[in-house]
């Protein structure tokens, strides 16, 4: 589920889980979602800084968690902006968008902490376009300047 952002994981997991089990721990987060149910990028931000920081699960369990992210497959979109020596531990999803029926466009996401040398961060782009690949371009180039960058966004 986690390292090729399988949906079919995913749901077979919440199908297990009793709703108001997940509801309440999206509470106890402050884990909102937007009005269609969408986790938003700020939320993504949250949780990892919980894994990161330990503030929901303990230390060993936020470490672990945190090295199954550094996993992930998806390497076009935050990791393709890096140096290759930078570890990453991020979230992809992709999705269609469909209007009846018919695929009219793709959504692609990539959330994560790079673990920049002296000055970790977290960077989560949320795109929406109808190629696939020129979303994976922006993703790319977005983290590239945000890794070039980094020093100025931490003194504001």
Do not use: W
Not at 52 to 62: G, H, K, M, V
Not at 66 to 87: I, R
């Amino acid at each position: 589920m986690i390292v090729d952002s399988d949906n079919v994981a995913k749901n077979a997991i919440l199908d297990a889980l009793n709703p108001a089990s997940l509801q309440d721990i999206y509470e106890e987060m402050s884990f909102l979602q937007d009005e269609a149910g969408n986790i938003t990028p700020k939320n993504y931000v949250r949780f990892l800084s919980r894994l990161y920081n330990a503030t929901y699960l303990n230390r060993t369990y936020s470490n672990m968690a945190l090295e199954l992210l550094t996993k992930t497959s998806f390497n076009d979109g935050l990791v393709a902006g890096l140096p290759t020596n930078v570890k990453v531990a991020h979230k992809y999803g992709e999705r269609g968008i469909y209007e009846d029926n018919a695929l009219v466009g793709v959504e692609l996401h990539d959330c994560g902490l790079v673990y920049a040398e002296k000055s970790p961060y977290f960077v989560c782009i949320m795109t929406k376009g109808a190629d696939i690949n020129n979303l994976a371009k922006i993703l790319r180039d977005i983290s590239g300047a945000v890794y070039r960058n980094r020093a100025q966004f931490a003194a504001s």
